[in-house]
């Protein structure tokens, strides 16, 4: 018979493996190999926001799923060149939708940065008080690329998280 403790620490042990969405492999910004011929190189991110923080979207690119994608977390894919459209799924059944899809195009050779950001909208921000960043009223669940020397600098905040696919034809 299993006894409390025990059954306590595997319950523990559980919740903790459903609390983070992927594995975290570094704690700052380590760039990604060079994309195979015919391919992009996207990467996505995530920059620290109070709202949402303990909720993640699962992102997807057309039906792969390739992230989920935390507070703070990026990742990397290899994306053969073409158009995509990137959902936003939520990861858990206590959020909401995460927003409408976006299609966006990548060509080989080419190295594209999607930032996820997550904020509130203008009524949250007010409730919120002092803990609401300006930026937040006008980034509500918003997807987009990224000029590369802002991505380069605002990646350097972000951990790795390792992507369900890391190649999508």
């Known amino acids: 018979m299993v006894s409390l403790r025990s059954f306590s620490v595997l319950l523990l042990a559980v ?3 459903c609390a983070s969405p992927n594995a975290v492999l570094t704690t700052s910004f380590t760039a990604a190999p060079n994309p195979p011929p015919g391919y992009a190189l996207v990467y996505f ?16 690119l057309n039906q792969h799923k390739v992230v989920g994608l935390a507070n703070l977390g990026y ?18 059944v206590y959020t909401t939708d995460w ?35 300006p930026d937040y009223k006008d980034s509500y669940r918003r997807l987009g690329i990224v000029d590369a020397a802002q991505a380069t600098q605002e990646l350097q905040q972000c951990r790795f998280i390792v992507p369900f696919v890391s190649r999508v034809d």
């Open 15 to 17: 919740l903790a493996g």
């Open 45 to 60: 991110y995530r920059l620290h926001h109070n709202v949402g923080r303990l909720v993640w979207p699962n992102l997807h």
């Open 75 to 92: 990742t990397w894919v290899h994306v053969k060149s073409g158009e995509y459209v990137v959902r936003q799924e939520k990861a858990q």
């Open 99 to 133: 927003g409408d899809p976006v299609t966006l195009s990548f060509s080989a050779g080419k190295t594209y940065h999607v930032r996820f950001d997550t904020g509130a909208t203008e009524i949250m921000t007010l409730a919120m008080g002092k803990y609401a960043s």
